[in-house]
């Protein structure tokens, strides 16, 4: 059998996205956090408006709050920020007036000061000023019992200027995640180590930090359980710490089909395998389960240990379950963007998985979106993944690529950009 015979009856990367978003349920705590720790945090419970936003007629400029269409206007006082006019105009009447200052009552349109000239107490303008014209209407931003944020919005920055704007101090958002982290490889040493003290074969435990980084990013409270030898016995010691302090365990290492791979072994004694191996490139050792609780379960991503496969599936497998699971809106879970580019350098690539390969895209000189892959490719290679801001995704079924095909590329977000 050839290489693509035995890839072909490997689950795809999108069934295996679709299978873990269709069985993961979201967790359903919640807590009350002050606006200010809102950002980037799922709301949970509606925030309805208390008033209406902007509260009250008030100006979009600095200039003359004028009562009707006259030639002239007879200015009889002023309306500043924070300190409103309390008079009614008539026609012909004007105040003085700010931007954001309330709009004195009988005026129906201001006009900017930059229109007007002013003689004594008399303004003159280059152009008449249109009805409404620089007013901003009470409550047509927000109006009074309206939601503000639809529940299950990740919270950004725009989310808490319009909340405090309402006068909100405080919302409920569900809880965050708790992720148990842990490396697995006899090879592995703590980063800090000097160099001179690793023995032959051992190398920093690199995943482990990297992964910490990107999860958070995610806003993910994280167990780090260190670093584990591979031993079947440990590995259990391991996940079951993992399995009741969080509510999804991040390994890396041990998965693959080597004999000191115990990983898929410890998980199917204390729990399940959703699945095992993926049609994806980097990354094809990637595991899925589950691990049971006495109240509840405890999801289970088994990450390979080639350092570029396991950020790699981090990012294009676990992100979308994790956002499924802490509860983002179905509509704001959407696949990574997408685009086309055109390829600098020809590639290789054998039918069979889809391929992520890391590449650096740029606008050139012409305007055209360009992609060079960014070195060699191979799953060890950190250096080549550092100087990349895109993915080049390559169809499962596709073959070579060469020099000037345009190839679909996938701009690195968060936690890679
Ligand atoms: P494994 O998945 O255990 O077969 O490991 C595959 C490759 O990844 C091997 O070259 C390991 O040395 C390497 N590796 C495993 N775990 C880590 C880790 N935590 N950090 C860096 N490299 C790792
Ligand atoms: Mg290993």
């Excluded at 094809?284 to 109240?295: E, H, I």
């Excluded at 570029?308 to 992100?319: D, G, H, K, P, R």
Aim: charged share 25%; hydrophobic share 35%; proline share 7%.
């Amino acid at each position: 059998m050839t290489d693509a015979c035995a890839e072909n009856g490997l689950r795809s990367v999108e069934a295996a996205k679709q299978m873990l978003i269709d069985s993961i349920q979201p967790v359903t705590g919640t807590e009350t956090v002050p606006l200010s720790q809102a950002c980037g945090r799922i709301l949970a419970e509606p925030v309805l408006a208390a008033l209406d936003l902007p509260p009250c007629d008030n100006s979009a400029m600095d200039g003359y709050a004028l009562c009707g269409e006259h030639d002239h206007y007879t200015i009889i006082g002023k309306s500043l920020a924070g300190h409103p006019f309390h008079g009614t105009l008539t026609p012909g009447q004007a105040t003085r007036i700010t931007t954001g200052a309330a709009v004195p009552t009988g005026a129906d349109r201001v006009q900017m000061q930059e229109n007007c000239t002013l003689e004594g107490d008399q303004i003159t303008m280059s152009r008449p000023a249109r009805p409404r014209e620089n007013i901003r209407r009470r409550g047509e931003d927000v109006h009074t019992g309206q939601s503000l944020v639809p529940v299950g919005s990740k919270i950004k920055v725009p989310h808490i200027a319009l909340l405090a704007s309402a006068g909100v101090a405080e919302v409920t958002v569900l809880r965050k995640l708790k992720a148990a982290l842990l490396s697995i490889g006899d090879e592995l040493k703590p980063i800090g180590t000097p160099a001179s003290e690793l023995g032959d074969g051992d190398i920093y435990d690199s995943n482990r930090i990297a992964l910490q980084a990107a999860l958070e990013q995610l806003d993910v409270d994280i167990l780090d359980l260190g670093c584990w030898p591979d031993q079947p016995e440990k590995i259990r010691e391991a996940f079951t710490r993992a399995r009741d302090s969080a509510d999804f365990v991040i390994t890396s290492g041990g998965v693959s089909v080597g004999e000191a791979d115990f990983t898929k072994t410890v998980l199917q004694e204390l729990g399940e395998i959703g699945f095992w191996k993926l049609a994806i490139k980097p990354g094809k050792p990637f595991a899925f389960g589950r691990l049971p609780r006495t109240d509840g379960e405890t999801l289970f991503f088994g990450l390979p240990g080639n350092p570029v496969s396991a950020i790699v599936t981090l990012y294009q497998l676990v992100m979308p379950a994790l956002e499924k699971l802490r509860g983002t809106a179905d509509k704001q879970r959407q696949p990574p963007l997408q685009t086309r580019a055109r390829l600098l350098n020809d590639i290789r690539k054998k039918p069979g998985r889809t391929d992520f390969q890391r590449g650096f895209t740029y606008r050139d000189d012409d305007g055209i979106q360009v992609v060079e892959t960014s070195g060699i490719q191979g799953s060890h290679i950190l250096s080549g993944f550092s100087a990349a801001n895109c993915f080049v995704v390559l169809p499962r079924q596709g073959g070579d690529c060469e020099t000037g095909d345009w190839v679909t590329i996938e701009p690195f977000t968060a936690p890679l950009k």
